[in-house]
């Protein structure tokens, strides 16, 4: 039995009690992987070491393509200006700007008067190219809701009898219709009335076949310009 205030002799002790001093060289892996002797990484381990960064490399860069697969499908996408018909509010030939688009904005939601939108093409009008690329969307501003009266009169908006302030365009601009004949639009359900902000130089919904756009054919509502950075802020 041991007294209390004694030492008992361990297993590292030996006859008088003096350590015994451990072997403290590295061990070396029995297949000859990892690090050697002199405590450097063998070739093989460094191999695996390269390959295992190239992998987790290559899977960042897959997964944000799938990220900005899935934000320019579902949730926003960037759209540039091909021609003068949004002109000044958004320039086109000559500068080109580029607006990004919410995907999201109409699916719990209404248009809105005054939203600039991008829409599939109309129905029956012709697609045009730009420097050789065909446009399939086009960009325009709400000006009718579902339902109500658009009229064009002595150069003006009338909206259900009433003159529609439209604080965005130049001062002076006239609002004409392609057609004398053809001056007073009614908004079917589920539709919007779309006009350009350049009326003397948009082919808008007074020119089409079918001159309202089925909210089933909006991309999305435009809110930002991002390029020219001279110009960017919201819209």
């Given at each position: ?57 290559v899977a ?5 393509v799938v ?85 064009l009169r ?82």
């Amino acid at each position: 039995m041991t007294p209390a205030d004694e030492t008992p002799d361990t297993p590292d002790t030996v006859g008088t009690g003096a350590p015994v001093e451990l072997d403290k060289r590295p061990e070396v892996e029995a297949s000859g992987h990892g690090k050697g002797i002199d405590g450097d990484e063998s070739p093989e381990a460094a191999r695996r070491r390269r390959i295992r960064g190239w992998v987790e490399w290559v899977a960042v860069i897959a997964g944000a393509v799938v990220i900005a697969l899935i934000v320019r499908t579902f949730l926003f996408t960037t759209f540039w200006i091909p021609s003068g018909s949004m002109e000044p509010t958004l320039m086109g030939e000559g500068r080109r700007d580029r607006v990004v688009v919410n995907r999201l904005a109409y699916r719990w939601g209404e248009p809105g008067r005054g939203d600039i939108i991008v829409f599939k093409v109309p129905e029956g009008e012709p697609s045009m190219a730009v420097d050789g690329q065909t446009v399939k969307d086009l960009i325009k501003r709400v000006i009718g809701l579902p339902g109500e009266t658009v009229e064009l009169r002595d150069g003006e908006v009338w909206i259900d009898g009433e003159k529609l302030d439209e604080p965005y365009l130049p001062e002076g601009t006239r609002t004409d219709p392609a057609d004398p004949s053809r001056a007073t639009f009614v908004v079917p359900d589920d539709c919007v009335f779309v006009l350009g902000d350049n009326r003397g130089a948009s082919r808008d919904a007074r020119y089409w076949q079918h001159p309202c756009v089925p909210e089933d054919d909006i991309v999305g509502k435009a809110f930002i310009r991002i390029w020219p950075l001279s110009a960017f802020g919201g819209i």
